[in-house]
């Protein structure tokens, strides 16, 4: 094997995808020559430079931005209705029939489930808070004590943050199989409680908090990872696990909220990875992205008091379980280490150069993949050490008025706003003529001649 | 959890959906990031992502799991704008200056022995230099490195054959190894890293003295 086949293969040998045998050509060439030994350092710290580039954050308002696109996105819902009317008539070919059948599907459908899918910002709010409200009231009359109202009734996915910290596997799927898949926001009480007893019953691990109240919580959390489960022996006391969240929270007041989760992280010791705000001008609109790194056990008193700042708006909770490949690694260390141990034992035997130097290439090779393991041991202790929260603040806006909880309000503002969703639609409609224009110019002049020529051919009498 | 999560989103539900872009934005972003090179475009391209899996979100079947399957439409999503980008304009621009500071070595030189980069100025430079990269090289390295896709993923994304997109691999990292390798910026502390790392390098002075 000579060098240029080495630098060659470097990369394939780096990710493994070698045969055995290949690597073993390789990492003897590597043994034996300098030059392709430093390729070989250079190439596997310049991958791992890579690896360790940290995640960005996008820029202040991008969700905003998106959400805005979204809604101009009526497409997925379109492209989904004409195909089943299609996919209906289909072998029939009454065009005009089908043509019809899109349109009244279409419009009226699209008014009506408007409000959820495809519609302002206003309306959505409103069948979020129409659905989480009633979550709340058949649920957990119990567990709501502490929180402000606010927070409750705008809490939309709180069960299935609920569900996703509780992660690791042993608890998965238990209240996947409640939930209906297809019903909008708001109408699923029955899974939702569900979704909370599960929880109730399985979360080992402290930091869910989620739906409000959690003063017990608060009170017994001040480490999760080792001694906190009842009596559960090993495996679960060391779990290691990377936990992160989103809020989106609309607040009375941006940089008052800012400065009091800058110095809620400080205080319990975290430190704040990011932190940005941006003023939109000539509006009172404005907006801030905070990103905090806190230890693990705080993570349900931060979200906690996160939420009360204001109005919840969405909300993700996720908890990354890595035991599985913390314990492998460790495992992998161990019998690496015992390997090392053996070597060593078999140098002091012998005396013989040849068998040697032999023996030190073996344990070099087995001291840098310890290394290596080593590092990544590190790395998982350090990203389960710190919990992240990343918090998008927006200032409140009109949009802040109080939901309407009672029938004739919701009615009302159901009324509302499927006149806004008419006059969209109209909107919409006539663009959509005025798009169609040209057509319309050639389709009337070829009737037009048409017509003339009809009239020639059959004169009046 | 995130399936059910997914098969509301599927059904059209916009708080699910807002909740999976919560989750994954990040994530996106940064590799829209890596493979533009710049903020503007990345956050076009994120955003262009995104959209792209709201309307194709209804196509995903569970086959792999979600992140993959949003690897891939984003992988998809920078490969269309990077080939159409290819087409338009030569691609590689330095901003100005950006070749003498290198070659003045101006900035501060740290000598922090940890690792190759430490500090926001090096990141930018290793981002840099990832965006001089040509194109094809860039999508691999960004593909395998970044987004730690498969070498049968990348094949089939890029469409290529396996054994082109191993030297596409192999040669982009070596590119950058040698620009990081030859640059009076990082030179001495990848060096020193090379050492630091497990001692070797004394071992072979020893030997070839």
Known sequence: ???????????????????????????????????????????????????????????????????????????????????????????????????????????????????????????????????????????????TAGATPEVKSYALMTQDAAVNNSAPPTLGNAPLGEVKPKVPAGLGQESASAGLQDKNLTMAIPKGNSSGGGEGIRDSSPAPTPSGSAGIPV?????????????????????????????????????????????????????????????QGRFADATSRIEALGRVKAKSFSGQDVTGEYVDIEARLKTLQQQEGRLLAIMGKTDKLSDVLMLEKELQRVRNEIEMLQGRLKRLNHVTELATINLELQLAGDEMAPPPMDFWGRLGHAIEASFFNLGRKIERLVLGLGEAFSYLVVLGVMGLGGYIWWRRRHPTK | ????????????????????????????????????????????????????????????????????????????????????????????????????????????????????????????YLQQFINDLPPEYRMALIMRDIQGLSYEEIASVLNLNLGTVKSRINRARHRLKDRLLSDSYFAPTQVHLAVCKNGQEQDERRRQA
């Open chain 1, 1 to 143: 094997m000579n060098c240029q086949h080495v630098w060659e293969s470097l990369s394939a040998y780096l990710d493994g995808v070698l045969t055995q045998e290949e690597a073993r050509a390789i990492n003897q060439h590597i043994e034996s020559c300098p030059a392709c030994r430093r390729e070989w350092l250079a190439l596997k710290a310049t991958v791992q430079a890579l690896s360790c580039m940290e995640e960005m954050e996008p820029p202040p308002g991008f969700l905003q931005y998106l959400n805005a696109r979204l809604d101009e996105e009526p497409l997925s819902f379109w492209q989904r209705s004409k195909a089943k009317v299609a996919s209906l008539s289909r072998g029939k070919r009454s065009w005009p029939a089908v043509a019809a059948a899109v349109l009244i599907v279409g419009f009226v459908g699209s008014s009506l489930l408007g409000a959820g899918l495809s519609s302002h910002p206003a309306s959505y709010d409103q069948v979020a808070s129409k659905g989480s409200g009633s979550e709340q009231m058949t649920t957990n009359p119990s567990q």
């Open chain 1, 235 to 295: 495996a679960d006391t060391s779990r290691k696990i990377i936990t992160s969240g989103s809020i989106n929270i609309v607040v009375k007041e941006i940089q008052e909220s800012v400065q009091k989760v800058e110095a809620m992280a400080m205080e319990m010791g975290g430190y704040i990875e990011r932190s940005s705000m941006a003023f939109r001008e000539g509006t009172n609109q404005a907006n801030a992205n905070v990103v905090i790194r806190i230890p």
């Open chain 2, 1 to 124: 959890m995130e399936e059910d999560i997914i098969t509301r989103a599927k059904a059209g539900d916009r708080a699910a959906f807002e909740q999976l872009v919560l989750q994954y934005q990040r994530k996106v972003y940064t590799i829209a990031y890596r493979f533009m090179g710049n903020p503007e475009d990345a956050n076009d391209l994120a955003q262009e992502a995104l959209l792209k899996m709201y309307r194709s979100l209804p196509g995903f079947r569970g086959e792999s799991s979600f992140l993959t399957w949003l690897n891939h439409v984003v992988a998809n999503v920078c490969r269309d704008e990077l080939r159409k980008r290819q087409r338009q304009v030569p691609m590689v621009e330095l901003p100005d200056g950006f070749e003498q500071a290198c070659a003045t070595g101006e900035g501060e030189r740290s000598t922090h022995p940890e690792g190759i980069i430490m500090d926001k100025e090096r990141k930018a």
